[in-house]
């Protein structure tokens, strides 16, 4: 007779939990006490179940907010800094019109999109003239180079890049199974958020994507939200509450022999189990052996065992 038998382990979920944190900073630690102590005997999993905060962390900071013109041809020079915000061209536009006008100048300059392109166009009259040599100017937000610009009419030399967030990760140290640009980073979570600055951020995931959790019991946990570069988000003071979801996993095989479903208590050491656990997360397959008692007699068989 032929014992060798396809077998997948799957999932039988069981008990679960919620986890709660909160905090002002987009990188804070949780402290549990007491502590929660999981089954050694049993593998977790843990998921993003809700995340909530506004669309408040801004393009503009003290590293590019400084715009310099001159009205009269490069013998004066006068310097506008951008109050720290989100903005579109739009609104970088509106600003920089009205503190020329608060510095009592008649508003010879335009920064607008082009949406073909992808560009910005800058539009100077009347001798006005723009420096973006300063390291902290807005030159590559609005896709134009460190230079001095005293054309009418001049197009960016690169795409706008008002969009510094593309990306929000949610990661969380207690779970293994992620990589971020080739590097084991602790992501469990990414989206983009679908509404404009200004309003509230509601992202309640309809498949929850469960990564292992690589601790028998958690003491404390370290949260953070950050960009698509791993840089932490400025949220300026907002609160953001997250809620995680922890489940325990039960193991049940399947055999592709008998076309069904069986429960198999397999005898391993915790050692044993640890290493199968961890080829598992990591979608390996491993061959192994089990035995079982048929009648008085133990029959071996062995298996080909994959995650599913």
């Known amino acids: 007779m032929n014992f060798y038998r396809k077998l997948h382990l799957i999932p039988n979920r069981k008990s679960h939990?919620?986890?709660?944190?909160?905090?002002?900073?987009?990188?804070?630690?949780?402290?549990?006490?007491?502590?929660?102590?999981?089954?050694?005997?049993?593998?977790?999993e843990i998921a993003l179940a809700n995340l909530e905060t506004y669309y408040s962390f801004p393009n503009i900071t003290e590293e590019n907010y400084r715009f310099m013109y001159s009205p009269d041809e490069g013998l004066t020079w006068f310097v506008i800094f951008i109050p720290?915000?989100?903005?579109?061209?739009?609104?970088?536009?509106?600003?920089?019109e009205q503190k020329i006008?608060?510095?009592?100048?008649?508003?010879?300059?335009?920064?607008s999109a082009n949406t073909n392109t992808l560009k910005a166009v800058l539009i100077l009259e009347n001798g006005y003239q723009v420096d973006f040599c300063p390291p902290d100017s807005?030159?590559?937000?609005?896709?134009?180079?460190?230079?001095?610009?005293?054309?009418?009419?001049q197009e960016s030399e690169n795409p706008v890049n008002i969009l510094s967030v593309n990306s929000i990760l949610v990661n969380n140290d207690i779970i293994s199974g992620s990589y971020l640009n080739g590097q084991r980073y602790p992501t469990i979570y990414s989206f983009f958020p679908g509404v404009f600055p200004g309003y509230k951020i509601i992202e309640t995931p309809s498949n929850l994507v469960y990564l292992p959790v690589t601790l028998d019991a958690i003491y404390s946990m370290q949260t953070s939200l950050t960009d698509q570069n791993g840089k932490l988000l400025n949220l300026r003071g907002e609160n953001v509450p997250i809620t995680f979801r922890v489940q325990e996993i039960q193991i049940k095989i399947y055999s592709a022999y008998?076309?069904?479903?069986?429960?198999?208590?397999?005898n391993i050491s915790d050692k044993q189990k640890e290493e199968l656990k961890k080829a598992l997360a990591t979608g390996a397959n491993v061959s192994s052996s089990f035995s079982r008692r048929s009648g008085r007699k133990r029959c071996h068989r062995r298996y080909a065992v994959a995650a599913e």
């Not at 989100?86 to 509106?94: A, G, P, Q, T, V």
């Not at 030159?139 to 009419?153: H, M, P």
């Open 17 to 44: 939990f919620q986890i709660v944190v909160s905090d002002n900073k987009t990188r804070f630690t949780t402290q549990f006490n007491p502590h929660i102590q999981l089954k050694k005997n049993k593998g977790y």
């Open 84 to 96: 720290e915000g989100s903005y579109d061209m739009e609104d970088i536009n509106k600003v920089i």
């Open 101 to 111: 006008t608060k510095n009592g100048h008649c508003n010879k300059i335009t920064i």
């Open 138 to 153: 807005i030159s590559s937000d609005v896709g134009f180079n460190n230079d001095l610009y005293a054309t009418n009419y």
């Open 258 to 266: 008998k076309k069904m479903y069986t429960n198999v208590s397999v």
